[in-house]
Nanobody, 115 residues
Framework: QVQLVESGGGLVQPGGSLRLSCAGSGIRFSLYAMGWYRQAPGKQRELVATITSTDWANYADSVKGRFTIFRDNAKNTVYLQMNSLNPEDTAVYYC?????????WGQGIQVTVSS
């Protein structure tokens, strides 16, 4: 069974940094694209960044130049390095992968940017 477990969220001041981690199990991790999404209160879930099995990364315009997605296949983990955070980045962040056209999600982790 595919499982994704996020960690690393929390409260950070504007301008600060956080690194999210997502550990995957139940799949041959290196073969699959991975993604990070987020959902702010009252808003729809939106794509933040994705990374393919060959390390091709794609970002939402709102995070380009501030966030970096990368993966360590030896650890079955995908990361999201978030710099220059602002209050608009406050959301629950979710890890995602697609296996056989099915979406799998982590439980979500809260990121709050506030002074």
């Amino acid at each position: 069974q595919v499982q994704l477990v996020e960690s690393g969220g929390g409260l950070v001041q504007p301008g600060g940094s956080l690194r999210l981690s997502c550990a995957g199990s139940g799949i041959r991790f290196s073969l699959y694209a991975m993604g990070w999404y987020r959902q702010a209160p009252g808003k729809q879930r939106e794509l933040v960044a994705t990374i393919t099995s060959t390390d091709w990364a794609n970002y939402a315009d709102s995070v380009k130049g501030r966030f970096t997605i990368f993966r360590d296949n030896a650890k079955n983990t995908v990361y999201l390095q978030m710099n220059s955070l602002n209050p608009e980045d406050t959301a629950v962040y979710y890890c995602n992968t697609k296996v056989d056209l099915l979406d799998f999600w982590g439980q979500g982790i809260q990121v709050t940017v506030s002074s």
